[in-house]
């Protein structure tokens, strides 16, 4: 299965992937931990993307589909899911031509819902750089302005399951366990 987790900052993409990839053998990639490792490790894609990150603005797509895409080849592109990638329309259509060549086209676009107060008290109880009350807001209009036409792309495509992403965080488990599990239904 090619899952890829969606939503917006801070709703849980990167705690569900962490249950998901432990309790279903699945690889994880993550462009946001890729991201921060190679800002860690000073790399000059490191360095580039770090003034995007801190300024709560999407890193140019081409350097995320480099970096996802060398990682995803030492993976395989075969059971995977995808969180925080693609953020972007065009990043969508990337995932998608990537996938497909690879012959493991996605499955499945899980995307957690949630509202703006519960993520911002989320994000602030956190304390990353990028999480303080300013640039939240800047992400969270990022996010509204050019990821959340992301959902649109994958709905049309059929791919796309909406899952509340607010409550205890098993319980938001079980409820994408129980929509891959009724994908899985669908597709026998
Ligand atoms: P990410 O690392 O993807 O950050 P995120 O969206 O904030 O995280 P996520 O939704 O995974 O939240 P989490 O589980 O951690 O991106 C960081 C930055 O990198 C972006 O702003 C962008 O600049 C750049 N970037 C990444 N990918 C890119 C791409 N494809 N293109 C361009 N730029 C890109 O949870 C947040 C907090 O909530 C945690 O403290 C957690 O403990 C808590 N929490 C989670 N679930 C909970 C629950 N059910 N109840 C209570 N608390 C919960």
Redesign the pocket.
Known sequence: MQLI?F???????????ALLVERLALNHV????L??AAIRAGTALGHE?KT??DA??????TL?RAL?NERLAQLGFDGVIL??????VE?AEWVDEDFAAAGHPITLVVS?TGDED??VE??S??G?P??APDIVRR?LA?YAAETAPVEAHYRDADLLVEVD?????E??YARIVRAIDEKRMVER
């Open positions: 987790l939503g917006p900052p801070g709703i849980g993409k990167g705690t569900q992937s993550s462009t946001g931990d991201l921060r993307a995007f990150i709560g603005r999407l890193v140019p797509g995320v996802a969180d925080g990638y693609p953020r972007t990043q957690l519960v993520i989320r994000l109880a956190r990353r990028d999480d992400r990022v992403g607010v409550g205890d965080v319980e938001v």
